[in-house]
């Protein structure tokens, strides 16, 4: 079948605020949405229930904040990226902010194939002890194996987590308050969850706000 788009754009977008409360698909229909009243000429799928051609990196967990969301969306009609982020936004739900929007190959493989390592910053809501944090972190980093399980679909997985993290470090501000930093892989049935790693170090998720600073692709 002959392609019905011309040209593809990658969005790079924020999501804070009352955004962090939506769900991955409560999002894309954000998107959605935005892109239909700034009349950005999306391509759309064929059947009795089209849906818009737009593709997103990776699943954001609810409740997490993130400065660097990816989206790729397809188009019927060439337009100027930047022309059309500006439209994009003055139509945009609050708490998604698109800061870029720049024209891939139409033919590049798709975000969910392409993504590689995905950056986080963890901020305890409860004061710590950093000593005790830092050397816990130390620990981690060397352990040959970390094994856990997952839940899904009604069954239960045992999976090593170290090798899902690439990076794992503890940067302290100049206000005294704790960050933990992770890089975690992001691949096809390799993905690490900052979750699964906060409860490693004895955290509970819910007292900590989770933020996502970068998605790494292949290309990069």
């Known amino acids: 079948m002959e392609a019905d788009y011309v040209q593809r754009c990658r969005l790079t977008f924020a999501k804070a605020g009352p955004a962090r409360y939506i769900s991955h698909l409560d999002l894309a229909r954000a998107l959605e949405r935005a892109l239909n009243?700034?009349?950005?000429?999306?391509?759309?799928?064929?059947?009795?229930?089209?849906?818009?051609?737009?593709q997103m990196a990776a699943a954001l967990p609810l409740g997490y904040t993130s400065a660097y969301e990816l989206a790729d969306i397809l188009l019927v009609e060439r337009v100027e990226p930047e022309q059309a982020r500006q439209q994009l936004m003055a139509r945009m739900a609050p708490g998604i902010d698109v800061h870029q929007m720049v024209?891939?190959?139409?033919n590049a493989p798709s975000l969910q194939a392409s993504t590689v390592a995905s950056h986080y910053v963890a901020t305890p809501l409860?004061?710590?002890?950093?000593?005790?944090?830092?050397?816990?972190?130390?620990?981690?980093?060397?352990?040959?194996?970390?094994?856990?399980?997952?839940?899904?679909?009604?069954?239960?997985?045992?999976?090593?987590?170290?090798?899902?993290?690439?990076?794992?470090?503890?940067?302290?501000?100049?206000?005294?308050?704790?960050?933990?930093?992770m890089q975690l892989l992001?691949?096809?049935?390799?993905?690490?969850?900052?979750?699964?790693?906060?409860?490693?170090?004895?955290?509970?998720?819910?007292?900590?706000h989770i933020?996502?600073?970068?998605i790494v692709l292949q290309d990069e």
């Open 103 to 106: 024209e891939v190959p139409t």
């Open 186 to 208: 992001l691949q096809p049935s390799l993905t690490g969850r900052p979750d699964e790693v906060l409860q490693v170090l004895g955290f509970d998720p819910l007292d900590v």
């Open 126 to 181: 409860d004061v710590v002890n950093t000593h005790t944090l830092r050397a816990d972190i130390e620990a981690m980093m060397a352990a040959g194996s970390l094994m856990r399980e997952r839940e899904h679909k009604g069954k239960t997985k045992v999976y090593d987590l170290r090798p899902l993290i690439l990076d794992l470090s503890l940067q302290v501000g100049s206000d005294g308050v704790p960050h933990i930093a």
């Open 211 to 214: 933020h996502r600073t970068r």
């Open 37 to 54: 009243r700034a009349s950005i000429p999306m391509a759309y799928t064929h059947g009795f229930n089209r849906r818009p051609r737009l």
